[in-house]
């Protein structure tokens, strides 16, 4: 048999074992097959047979090798074969004019010029994917990640029913065989609703908008949560992975292939030829994109002759032949009926306003922040005033204005309460900030409740289940007090609460149980010190080994970190003085809570095989932070200074002194090209 021919049967496996893992997928997962069982028996014995004969060809990851389908417990990171940039923002008309005018200064040949035209897509607030197929199937999705490196997904996003698992290929369109498709997965709005009205019944936390759900929905580690949240996805990009000159395509025509191959696109897109119609484009959207049934938070203007992008090129950040349009936020009016105060689960008192429903950004308003009580000093906001309202972000509609022309003779001015609405303890306001406090730290009903609710939220310690008509039910009961007494709780405990089943106790067990194993950043967030947002606690998990450590930390310490400002390390400070903090903490430990930082291996090969390397001047494709993430990600180590012990040196632009002592020393020099050929890396 001839090189060839062994070649041919290699790749036969390789489209045999593509097709039995799509099948088992459809089988396992989506409870949904596509060929009867004897079918699937005749391709896996096909595969099972060349196996026997080629014996030196079988992969590892073989479906022969691994029965049925087993989900994986954590989402491996996975380089992208190019960046995944974001983009620039424009806010005005101005700005696009602007951008535009960079793109002729750039291009500068008057015959190429004359004839730019600028595709104008609808602007899908959703998650960015990428997806790869081989020979026609879908073998791998990954999220955005940090632009370098994505996150696996791809058990999750093949329960994406509008993504195809094989592509159609037709005739005409001659497609290589490795494509890579881009674009934005999202939650119909339709589904969104359908999904917070579920999770309201159970008494569970609401999913603020589409995108936060979506983002829930795509990370879940059991690909059968994700395919009951009915995400959908449509495709922007159309990437040849077999060519060099990728960017064949213009925009218009990319579009146009990806759905003759199975996808859909946003169909509102239109080809402009000047800034006056993308200016008309923009109004029209403006208003009408709360018709749809997705989230569209602006536009994205790209240069449709895609045979330019390349010369254009990118900043590490974003490409010069796109650009964003954030749309402005929608403004209402109505009329403040009434003011609530509401105690938070740090005794802060926060006023909301009740209002009379209105429909914003696509959802029926009724409810709006308004922050504190210096807010309602400064715009003068009474009871009765016809107020203007917006989401900020489009998320959380806050009150921005009064409409002072409407003010009824008879209004009045809003008291601040001098006694918690809660608990009836005096109220006291804190001379570093703006806000009111219930004074009564331990024993407020209401913020022993908030600090549960927080505590057992999906980005804290994710306990299912627990939502908050459960837990005022254990508070008033006197079964669940602080935090730690959650893990004391026993299924009878639980199973002895009005209307619950023994299913769902064991499930609320479980889940507890699951998360003592969480990592230390999302119990240092579910604590809900102030001022510490998951974010910090990410970053402090990631300087301390355990709470321990992070609890005797000076505030010193705790400023020197890059992230951690004087009123958070202060506020760390503060929370771990409180001898019944320690105290929760001590029983959390004693309960089986892991406090400890569990470090995450991201190795993905060892190609450098503990090579060092120092990086000179700047990259075009990667900050200094995202080189060095790749080398320790491929076995490499990597250093800041030039010593005769370093192997590489990767010398980007403007190259300082490292690069002289690097040659003095005989040390390899890279440039940025043959450091990413090195890693089997594309743009
Ligand atoms: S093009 C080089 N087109 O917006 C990056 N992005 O703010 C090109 N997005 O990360 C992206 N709809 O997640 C593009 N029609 C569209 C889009 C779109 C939504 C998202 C995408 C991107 C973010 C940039």
């Known amino acids: 048999m001839t090189i060839t021919d062994l070649a041919q049967v290699k790749d036969k496996m390789k489209a045999l074992s593509q097709a039995i893992r799509h099948h088992q997928f459809c089988y396992y997962i989506l409870d949904n097959p596509e060929i009867s069982d004897f079918e699937f028996d005749v391709l896996f014995n096909e595969l099972k047979n060349l196996e026997l004969k080629y014996p030196q060809l079988i992969a590892t990851d073989s479906p022969t090798q691994n029965v049925g389908y087993t989900p994986s417990s954590d989402f491996k990171q996975v380089p992208h074969l190019r960046p995944m940039l974001s983009l620039d923002n424009a806010t005005s008309m ?17 015959n190429l010029s004359h004839n730019l035209s600028y595709l104008t897509e609808l602007k899908i607030d959703g998650l960015s994917l990428s997806l790869r197929y081989e020979n026609g199937f879908l073998t791998q999705g990954l999220t955005r990640g940090n632009g370098v490196y994505g996150e696996d997904i791809t058990m999750n996003v093949k329960t994406i029913k509008n993504i195809p698992k094989i592509l159609n290929r037709p005739e005409k369109a001659n497609l290589p065989n490795n494509i890579e498709v881009r674009g934005e997965v999202y939650m119909p709005i339709s589904a969104f609703n359908k999904l917070n009205e579920e999770l309201s019944q159970k008494g569970e936390k609401l999913f603020a908008n589409p995108r936060n759900a979506s983002a829930g929905s795509l990370r879940q580690k059991d690909p059968k949560l994700t395919l009951k949240r009915n995400l959908a996805f449509f495709a922007y990009f159309l990437f040849d992975n077999d060519a060099t000159n990728e960017f064949s395509y213009n925009q218009d025509k990319q579009l146009e292939m990806l759905q003759q191959l199975g996808f859909d696109c946003e169909p509102n897109f239109k080809l402009c030829h000047n800034l006056n119609e993308i200016e008309n484009f923009c109004n029209h959207w403006q208003s009408q994109r709360f018709k749809l049934n997705y989230q569209t938070d602006g536009l994205v203007i790209k240069l449709n002759q895609a045979s330019l992008w390349n010369y254009l090129g990118s900043t590490s950040h974003s490409p010069r032949w796109a650009i964003a349009f954030k749309f402005p936020p929608e403004q209402k009016s109505t009329t403040l009926e009434s003011v609530t105060f509401e105690v938070g689960r740090t005794g802060v008192i926060t006023p909301v306003a ?16 308004l922050h504190n009580y210096d807010q309602i000093k400064r715009l003068d906001i009474r009871v009765g005033d016809t107020v203007v309202i917006e989401k900020a972000g489009d998320v959380i509609p806050a009150i921005v204005g009064v409409d002072l022309s409407k003010r009824l003779n008879d209004s009045t001015p809003i008291e601040y309460p001098i006694r918690c609405p809660s608990c009836q303890s ?47 039910k254990l508070v008033s009961q006197n079964l669940v007090s602080s935090v730690a007494d959650l893990y004391k709780l026993n299924q009878e405990d639980l199973a002895s609460l009005e209307r619950m089943g023994v299913k769902s106790a064991q499930n609320i067990m479980a889940s507890l149980e699951k998360s003592k194993h969480n990592d230390l950043a999302h119990l240092i967030f579910a604590l809900g010190i102030r ?19 992070l609890s005797k ?14 009123i958070m390390a202060k506020a760390i400070k503060e929370y771990f003085g409180l001898a019944d903090n320690l105290n929760i903490i001590n029983e959390l430990e004693k309960l089986g809570v892991n406090l400890n930082n569990l470090k995450q291996n991201s190795l993905i090969d060892n190609t450098l095989d503990n090579k060092t390397f120092v990086l000179t001047g700047q990259l075009k494709s990667f900050t200094r932070n995202q080189a060095a993430e790749l080398i320790t990600a491929h076995g490499g180590v990597f250093k800041d200074s030039i010593t005769n012990k370093i192997d590489y040196l990767i010398a980007g632009d403007k190259p300082g002194s490292k690069l002289l002592k690097a040659q003095k020393l005989g040390i390899i020099v890279l440039n940025e090209q043959e450091f990413k050929e090195l890693l089997d890396y594309k743009d």
């Open 94 to 110: 101005a700005d696009i004019a602007n951008y535009i005018q960079k793109i002729l200064k750039n291009i500068d040949d008057p």
């Open 354 to 369: 009740n209002l009379k429903p209105v429909v914003l950004a696509g959802s029926t308003v009724k409810r709006a922040t």
């Open 553 to 566: 930390a000076s505030q010193e310490d705790l400023e020197s970190i890059e992230g951690i400002g004087p």
């Open 426 to 472: 005096p109220v006291v306001q804190n001379d570093s900030d703006v806000a009111y406090y219930c004074t009564n730290f331990n024993f407020c009903p209401s913020q022993k409740l908030r600090r549960l609710e927080h505590f057992v939220g999906r980005e804290a310690m994710n306990i299912e289940g627990l939502g908050s008509t459960i837990l005022s």
């Open 531 to 549: 001022h510490v947002g998951l974010n910090t606690a990410k970053i402090l998990a990631s300087h301390y080994n355990n709470m321990a450590d």
